[in-house]
């Protein structure tokens, strides 16, 4: 477990950052401080364990019972277990009866310049020997600057490797800011971000030290307070702030802390956070155990750490200047009358992101938040939110995100929800109002259900063209015709890289063909239409593996496979299949089981030029067709006592050309 104990931590948040690492969970709420503890003990009871506190303070709010109640639920661990204690000051490390001090040193002179020149050059390939001496000349006197501290090297390098002009290495060397070691560095680096860029990072000190930041979550608040600025109206300002971003991770002012759950989370190192807090002054400010009365009356984004009835009655409601209002998992839960009042008192609001309890129904003044952007409300999951007709007026709405698995509603009285013009994000199970395809800048929309009812056909797929990620299409029982299911166009999604058809009633269906299809997969679900006959693929180049089939298939046509291997696919389940057709196939064998197929009849095999062999096929086959593949394949098949002409000899009719 490695565990980063900031300055004014909170004992709760800390165990259970320990639990979810010791558990392997994700995600865990649980509010009661002593039932947490008895939970991580549970997790650590007979195990072993190496546990790092990172960066431990004394002082500041940090006691010795602070530091007790972490440590206690680890007494129930095996002998043997391990504690690494990281701290800035030594009087920290005795509080926690701390035996072995290690004082680090600075890096080897030698090894701090390697370290710097590798930034400096990463990625640049510099044929001509001089320039290269050249450059390591200057880097020398650059890193002799830097007092050795690889944060400083990180971020003056990745300046120096972004503007490799030889000049600007030269006024680099000759800056008077650089000789203040790691504070100067920092400065210097942060004063060669462009404008906008700066603005992005300062933004950060909002959040809590070593924060777990998302990269998709922090462009898309950038890009609702408005900082991200095109250079001219062709490029996507998502685009432009995803390279906001490598720029700051290519200078080090942001860094990638974990990779978790498949999903990458990134920190900002304390110094840096402490210099985008003296640069931002009170425009930004964390609120964070008994600091409720502390944020400035003048402060824009607001980051509420931990959340208590004084600080919503006495101080929220008096931030007039307030932009930003965001709540961690750990704060406590607004009730519905409480964020209705801050939603009628604070109007300059551009990014709201709080949690609700016994949600039901977002208030109606809601509406009343003209210039919002970004709106993100959670609570328990599996829910039913109904949006008051007043939802219709955010205009300028581009993200809206509620708990997992829930429902949106629109109320009677709401049926303009297509005004939202300006959304891209909108994540919930289901959706429950008209004509979602006039939200043509829509990105993403896990769900939608088609309907009989108008505002919902497939059409409203139609010019959605900007969807991406996943898509899961329902009720296609609703879908009359081939025509109509053109109209959703999804050959022009071509950001979609998970896409499930859901027919829950077309049992009926007997044949189904699909081709030229941009899928990963075929929809998983297809062992459930009980009455498919005959099913082709053709020219569907991502797929490269078969799910289960229905039971009563009997013809299987594939075209254009571009998986080589077969052995993987279970064919034997396909106990009426009768006719197996394969063309232009990259596969270098026949399935393995194919012999299980007992009453298959006939098996074509047409321009597979990898086949060089046969498997053992079943004693049902009656005609084989072998064309246009490998010569000396086909050639062995008709060569009496080989292995290959052994396999088919059964096989009263034959094609081999």
């Known amino acids: 477990m490695w565990i980063h104990v900031s300055q004014n931590f909170s004992v709760h948040t800390v165990l259970t950052e320990m639990l979810e690492q010791a558990s392997d969970k994700e995600k865990v709420e649980i509010s009661n401080l002593d039932k947490l503890q008895r939970k991580l003990e549970d997790e650590l009871r007979g195990k072993r364990f190496f546990l790092v506190l990172d960066d431990v303070w004394q002082g500041g709010g940090t006691s010795r019972q602070q530091m007790n109640n972490l440590l206690c639920p680890m007494r129930a661990a095996m002998q043997g277990s391990k504690i690494l204690v990281t701290t800035r000051n030594e009087h920290a490390a005795r509080a926690l009866s701390a035996q072995n001090l290690v004082a680090i040193s600075d890096l080897d002179e030698k090894l701090f310049l390697s370290m710097f020149m590798h930034y400096a050059l990463d990625g640049v390939e510099i044929t001509d020997q001089a320039l290269l001496r050249k450059y390591w000349l200057i880097g020398g006197k650059i890193a002799g600057k830097l ?61 809590p030290r070593r924060y777990a930041l998302q990269r998709d979550e922090l462009v898309h608040l950038w890009v609702a307070e408005g900082f991200v600025k095109p250079a001219n ?30 999903k990458d989370y990134f920190t900002i190192h304390d110094l840096l956070h402490d210099l985008a807090g003296r640069i931002t002054g009170s425009d930004c400010f964390t609120v964070e155990k008994d600091m409720a009365d502390q944020s400035p009356r003048g402060v824009r984004h607001l980051f509420i750490d931990a959340y208590y009835d004084r600080v919503f009655t006495e101080h929220i409601l008096t931030l007039g200047n307030l932009r930003t209002l965001m709540m961690s ?39 009343q938040l003209k210039h919002i952007r970004y709106l993100g409300v959670f609570g328990s999951p599996f829910i039913n939110i109904t949006l008051p007709p007043t939802f219709s007026m955010l205009y300028h709405l581009q993200k809206f995100s509620v708990p997992f698995g829930t429902s949106l509603n629109c109320s009677s009285g709401n049926k303009e929800m297509a005004n939202l013009v300006n959304l891209r994000y909108m994540s919930c199970y289901s959706l429950n109002f008209p004509n979602i395809g006039r939200l043509t800048w829509l990105r993403s929309m896990n769900f939608f259900t088609v309907r009989k009812i108008r505002g919902y056909e497939i059409e409203q797929l139609k010019h959605l063209d900007n969807l991406r990620d996943n898509l899961r299409i329902q009720g296609l029982q609703n879908v009359n015709s081939k025509e109509e299911a053109g109209q959703a166009k999804l050959a022009n999604k071509v950001y979609i890289t998970d896409l499930v058809l859901d027919w829950e009633d077309l049992v009926c269906l007997s044949k189904l063909e699909m081709s030229h299809c941009s899928w990963k997969s075929l929809p998983e679900n297809m062992e459930g239409l009980i009455f498919l006959e005959e ?119 034959k094609f081999i050309n």
């Open 147 to 207: 007092g050795r501290s690889p944060l400083a090297a990180s971020t003056v390098a990745g300046q120096l490797n972004i503007r490799l002009e030889i000049d600007f290495w030269i006024s680099t060397m000759k800056s008077d800011l650089l000789n203040n070691e790691t504070v100067g560095a920092l400065w210097w680096s942060y004063r060669q971000l462009q404008e906008p860029i700066k603005q992005c990072f300062t933004y950060c000190s909002m959040f």
């Open 233 to 262: 109206g062709v490029e996507d300002v998502e685009d432009v702030g995803n390279g906001y971003f490598r720029v700051l991770l290519s200078t080090s002012f942001i860094q990638l802390k974990v990779q978790s759950s498949g």
């Open 329 to 367: 998992s750990s704060a406590r839960k607004m009730t519905i009358e409480e964020f209705e009042r801050v939603l009628k008192s604070l109007k300059k609001l551009r990014v709201v992101h709080v949690r609700l309890e016994c949600m039901k129904m977002i208030p109606a003044s809601i509406g």
């Open 535 to 653: 099913l082709v693929i053709s020219d569907c180049k991502n797929i490269f593996s078969l799910p289960s089939l229905p039971l009563s298939l009997k013809r299987l046509r594939l075209e254009d496979w571009n998986g080589s291997d077969a052995s993987s696919w279970n064919c034997e389940p396909l106990v009426n299949l009768r006719c197996l057709e394969i063309l232009r196939c990259k596969w270098n064998c026949l399935p393995e089981n194919i012999h299980c197929l007992t009453l298959l009849e006939e098996l074509s095999i047409k321009q597979c030029k990898n086949i060089l062999q046969l498997r053992r096929l079943p004693r049902s086959l009656k005609k084989l067709s072998i064309t246009f593949c490998d010569h000396t394949f086909m050639q062995s098949c008709c060569t009496v006592g080989h292995p290959n002409w052994q396999v088919i000899e059964h096989v009263l009719e």
